[in-house]
């Protein structure tokens, strides 16, 4: 495994610490979600009036479990992309735009989902956005991912 942390890019080093406050986010939303089952609670039952009670709580069950599941692959993959992109393999640069612009598309989903999470879906995506722009777009970044090859 080879490295290159001493010429990597401003521009790569931003989407790296990107990358590392994006993970931080996921960790919140699983926390978040976990300790506000209360809410998600209301909000499945005034979803669906004909769920009875344990189904409500088993709905929420499932909905924190498997964000859980979810925003925990999503932190290690950022961890791990974060990790990467300083060895200026091509193969990290195009797996990053590719979580975060998916991560994009979820943040819709989960925005028209639940209001739970309405004030961080839209800063979140910005950051998101942002790595994938810092990864292609400064002529320093491409060169440093071409030069890898």
């Known amino acids: 495994m080879t490295t ?5 890019p401003q521009a790569v080093q931003a989407a790296r610490a990107l990358l590392g406050l994006i993970a931080l986010t996921h960790l ?7 300790g506000r089952q209360d809410s998600l609670r209301a909000q499945i039952a005034a979803g669906h009036p004909e769920f009875d009670a344990a189904e409500v ?20 993959l950022c961890v791990f992309l974060g990790v990467k992109l300083a060895t200026g393999r091509p193969w990290t640069r195009r797996l990053a735009t590719v979580s975060q612009l998916l991560s994009v598309v979820f943040g819709v989903v989960s925005w028209s989902s639940s209001p739970m999470f ?10 998101q956005l942002a790595v ?13 991912f071409t030069a890898a090859r």
């Open 4 to 8: 290159r942390t001493s010429n990597v």
């Open 28 to 34: 919140v939303i699983a926390a978040v979600m976990g």
């Open 57 to 76: 709580a088993r709905s929420a069950h499932v909905a924190v479990v498997s964000g859980a599941v979810f925003h925990g692959l999503l932190l290690v």
């Open 118 to 127: 309405h004030a961080v879906v839209p800063v979140v995506a910005v950051a």
């Open 132 to 144: 994938v722009a810092l990864l292609w777009a400064p002529v320093t970044t491409r060169g440093f």
